[in-house]
């Protein structure tokens, strides 16, 4: 099982008919934010699978869900796919979406307190307890833009990570995080982190991750 995790900037050989041959044997494309719709749009419908995301800082707010004609129209983002805030289960991989930074503007949409993370978490824990009775375990993946705090993250107001996070990696155990927002400028950058059982990978821009089969049961 393979995952094509993107976030916060375009990559021309991605956005290209070069993606099929490179990345053909991929099974679910993850975006981890701050990406425009068409780039999403092009990559799933190339390889013709299914695609979650949660959205970025600087994504518009995610329309609410009586809205009508979800994602069409101009400028929209699109709903489908969208699990920020949700548990959902893909191709057999428990995955659980917190989209969003920390709040550096008091007008920013997807931007939240150390607290208001937390109570996102909260929210989540009744399905994740579900989880761990029907197959076993809280989830595989969690889908973020933002970082943990102290991992990959920086000092400066809008690139602090999340405190909640390490909490959630240290309660809920998945085996990966996936998050953006923190761009790399040095070769020589960390982007890749064990924490516990739970590998927390920065995916910017991209980076393919390769999933061995879970069942349920
Ligand atoms: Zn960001």
Same mark, same amino acid.
């Given at each position: 099982?393979?995952?094509?995790?993107?976030? +916060?900037?375009?990559?021309?050989?991605?956005?290209?008919?070069?993606?099929?041959?490179?990345?053909? +044997?991929?099974? $679910?494309?993850?975006?981890?934010?701050?990406?425009?719709?068409?780039?999403? +749009?092009? /990559?799933?419908?190339?390889?013709?699978?299914?695609?979650?995301?949660?959205?970025?800082?600087?994504? $518009?707010? =995610?329309?609410?869900?009586?809205?009508?004609?979800?994602?069409?129209?101009?400028?929209?983002?699109?709903?489908?796919?969208?699990?920020?805030?949700?548990?959902?289960?893909?191709?057999?991989?428990? $995955?659980?979406?917190?989209?969003?930074?920390?709040?550096?503007?008091?007008?920013?949409?997807?931007?939240?307190?150390?607290?208001?993370?937390?109570?996102?978490? *909260?929210?989540?824990?009744?399905? *994740?307890?579900?989880?761990?009775?029907?197959?076993?375990?809280? *989830?595989?993946? *969690?889908?973020?833009?933002?970082?943990?705090?102290?991992?990959?993250?920086?000092?400066?107001?809008?690139?602090?990570?999340?405190?909640?996070?390490?909490?959630?990696?240290?309660?809920?155990?998945?085996?990966?995080? $996936?998050?953006?927002?923190?761009? %790399?400028?040095?070769?020589?950058?960390? =982007?890749?982190?064990?924490?516990?059982? =739970? =590998?927390?990978?920065?995916?910017?821009?991209?980076? %393919? /991750?390769? /999933?061995?089969?879970?069942?349920?049961?």
């Amino acid at each position: 099982m393979k995952i094509l995790a993107l976030s +916060d900037q375009v990559v021309e050989h991605l956005y290209s008919p070069l993606v099929k041959e490179r990345f053909g +044997d991929v099974d $679910l494309v993850v975006g981890c934010g701050d990406l425009p719709d068409y780039y999403l +749009d092009y /990559i799933v419908s190339m390889l013709n699978v299914p695609l979650t995301l949660v959205p970025g800082n600087h994504d $518009l707010p =995610t329309p609410s869900p009586d809205a009508e004609g979800e994602g069409e129209g101009g400028g929209t983002p699109r709903a489908c796919g969208n699990i920020d805030g949700m548990v959902v289960e893909e191709r057999g991989l428990l $995955l659980a979406g917190l989209g969003g930074s920390i709040r550096y503007r008091p007008d920013g949409v997807h931007q939240y307190t150390q607290g208001g993370m937390a109570r996102r978490i *909260l929210a989540l824990a009744p399905r *994740l307890w579900w989880n761990r009775l029907r197959y076993g375990r809280f *989830l595989d993946i *969690l889908v973020t833009h933002a970082p943990p705090r102290g991992i990959h993250d920086a000092e400066d107001p809008a690139h602090v990570g999340f405190e909640a996070f390490n909490r959630f990696i240290a309660r809920y155990r998945p085996r990966y995080l $996936l998050h953006g927002h923190a761009h %790399v400028y040095r070769h020589d950058a960390i =982007t890749i982190t064990q924490v516990g059982p =739970t =590998t927390v990978i920065n995916v910017y821009p991209y980076r %393919v /991750i390769d /999933i061995e089969g879970r069942h349920a049961g």
